[in-house]
């Protein structure tokens, strides 16, 4: 099946078994269909079974409410084949002509190449010849954009993609959806959200401040000793990165808040460009 897919495909598992998870989430097609089931004029549509200004995109990708994405995928209607499979070449991938009269008029320079070689010549030296054609013509299109331009197939990907980046920015745009639905006085902060996901790696190297007033104050109520060496235990984790101002905590809010706000603008872009039948797109759509 792999020949069908320009990118990496599901791996759904054999029978009636559910699918591994992680297996899914490999491909960035599943990813598509995840990000599609944000969409809320997506979801309208399905809800009004396809009617509306998405009902050619619904024709397309159906109803994708359910959870079941292996019946999405390769139910009776084989949905990934449909959308995401690339046109089958219509000549053999290997073959010797033996005559003129068996060129095809069809067959073109970008994808069949025709090669004359003397069979005087030593093996090893063919050889190398053949690996610099192949170098020439095969490896220079291993490349972002080139395996995303040259596809054939009804909805090719429209930007080169990570499928940790995808997973990262989906689990935000969930975790702010379903905070921005909460009463005001218990949403959280873009930071602490950040925080919560434990998928967003934090500052691993926070700037470490000096002593600040405030935590001499706390010592004051002891005695001249016992302040010393409180002093010196609080100086020494300080050091160590163990104690965290409040300035330094205000700096890495600052930096998780920018993380979070863009993972999310980001993730937002993409499902609301599914209904334009383009992923991943992280431009605003006008």
């Known amino acids: 099946m792999s ?78 084949r449909y959308l995401f499979g690339e046109a089958q070449l219509d000549f053999p991938k290997f073959m010797e002509l033996k005559s003129r009269e068996q060129w095809i008029d069809e067959w073109h320079t970008e994808k069949v190449k025709v090669v004359l070689f003397c069979t ?15 170098d020439k013509h095969i490896d220079s299109k291993v490349g972002r954009q ?50 919560n996901l434990k998928t967003i790696a934090p500052n691993a190297n926070p700037p470490r401040d ?24 609080y100086q020494k984790a300080l050091r160590e990165g163990r104690i965290e101002t409040k300035q330094v905590a205000a700096a890495r809010h600052n930096v998780m808040t920018a993380t979070v706000s863009r993972l999310f603008n980001e993730a937002q872009a993409i499902v609301e460009n599914t209904a334009f039948g383009r992923f991943p797109d992280k431009n605003k759509s006008s």
């Open 3 to 80: 020949g069908l897919f320009k990118e990496p495909y599901p791996l759904l598992g054999r029978g009636k078994a559910a699918p591994i998870q992680r297996n899914l989430e490999k491909s960035p097609y599943y990813w598509w269909w995840a990000y599609l089931k944000r969409n809320e004029q997506y979801l309208d549509c399905c809800e009004r079974k396809g009617a509306g200004k998405l009902a050619k995109l619904y024709k397309d990708f159906g109803d994708v409410r359910s959870d079941d994405f292996k019946a999405w995928w390769g139910g009776k209607l084989q949905k990934g």
């Open 120 to 134: 005087d010549h030593k093996k090893s030296h063919l050889l190398k010849k053949f690996e610099k054609l192949l």
């Open 146 to 195: 080139s395996k995303i331009s040259d596809s054939t197939s009804r909805y090719p990907l429209s930007n080169y993609y990570e499928v940790n980046n995808l997973k990262k920015g989906l689990a935000v745009y969930d975790a702010v959806m379903t905070n921005r639905a909460l009463p005001k006085d218990q949403q959280l902060s873009m930071w602490k959200i950040g925080e």
């Open 210 to 233: 000096l002593l600040s007033a405030d935590h001499y104050q706390s010592l004051t109520t002891d005695d001249s000793k016992t302040r010393a060496r409180k002093k010196e235990l």
